[in-house]
Antibody, heavy 125, light 110 residues
Framework: QVQLQESGPGLVKPSETLSLTCSVS??????????WSWIRQSAGKGLEWIGR????????NYNPSLKSRVTISVDTSKNQFSLKLSSVTAADTAVYYC????????????????WGQGTLVTVSS | QTVVTQEPSFSVSPGGTVTLTCGLS?????????PSWYQQTPGQAPRTLIY???TRSSGVPDRFSGSILGNKAALTITGAQADDDSDYYC??????????FGGGTKLTVL
């Protein structure tokens, strides 16, 4: 059973870059559909999809509203994928989740079937 | 950018039936958006309830069902129970690798 765990600084200063890593256990980032996503949730707010990476090829897709500041990458040797969000402001304060983007169940698409527990990142000086 | 709409809040009595919807600011939701539904309780990651419109995820009680109603995706809870008191989110696949979540519905069971 695939398990995900986010890690990274819990406090980031405004204008700096937020960096998080998601460690995958119980499976390989190269297995299955090989797409992995980051999602965030501000306090009392809804879920916001940030972007995803396709491990076999390295292609990425980003939320258009965040695209200019987001970079998602993968390190297959460590079985991890990462998020960088630049020029952060208080509005980027949120719980950040990593998740498996999707799997196919026959012809049916099952998105976000596995999630990390989430990690709170606060943007403050 | 397309907005995915959900009712901000809903209330249902125990044992009652409630239908939450997931729409688009422009256009209609169809099965090609692969609508999926998640339940989230405070401090927890979301849990998948329904995927690809109407397929229940493993272990989800059959009182949860998904469908397309008119121009929206719908999540129906039949025989609501106290522990259904949660936030519910839908997500749609917009194509080109882009997912968009709805704003979520806070369901109160009382």
């Amino acid at each position: 059973q695939v398990q995900l765990q986010e890690s990274g600084p819990g406090l980031v200063k405004p204008s700096e870059t937020l960096s998080l890593t998601c460690s995958v256990s119980g499976g390989s980032v190269n297995s299955g559909s090989s797409y992995w996503s980051w999602i965030r949730q501000s306090a009392g707010k809804g879920l916001e999809w940030i972007g995803r990476i396709y491990v076999n090829g390295g292609s990425t897709n980003y939320n258009p509203s965040l695209k200019s500041r987001v970079t998602i990458s993968v390190d297959t040797s460590k079985n991890q994928f990462s998020l960088k969000l630049s020029s952060v402001t208080a509005a980027d304060t949120a719980v950040y989740y990593c998740a498996r983007d999707h799997i196919w169940v026959g012809v049916l698409l099952l998105p976000f079937d596995c999630w990390g527990q989430g990690t709170l990142v606060t943007v403050s000086s | 950018q397309t907005v995915v709409t959900q009712e901000p809040s809903f209330s249902v009595s125990p044992g009652g039936t409630v239908t939450l919807t997931c729409g688009l600011s422009s256009g209609s939701v169809s099965t090609s958006y692969y609508p999926s539904w998640y339940q989230q309780t405070p401090g927890q990651a979301p849990r998948t309830l329904i995927y690809s419109t109407n397929t229940r995820s493993s272990g989800v009680p059959d009182r949860f069902s998904g469908s397309i109603l008119g121009n929206k995706a719908a999540l129906t809870i039949t025989g609501a129970q106290a522990d259904d008191d949660s936030d519910y989110y839908c997500v749609l696949y917009m194509g080109n690798g882009i997912w968009v979540f709805g704003g979520g519905t806070k369901l109160t069971v009382l």
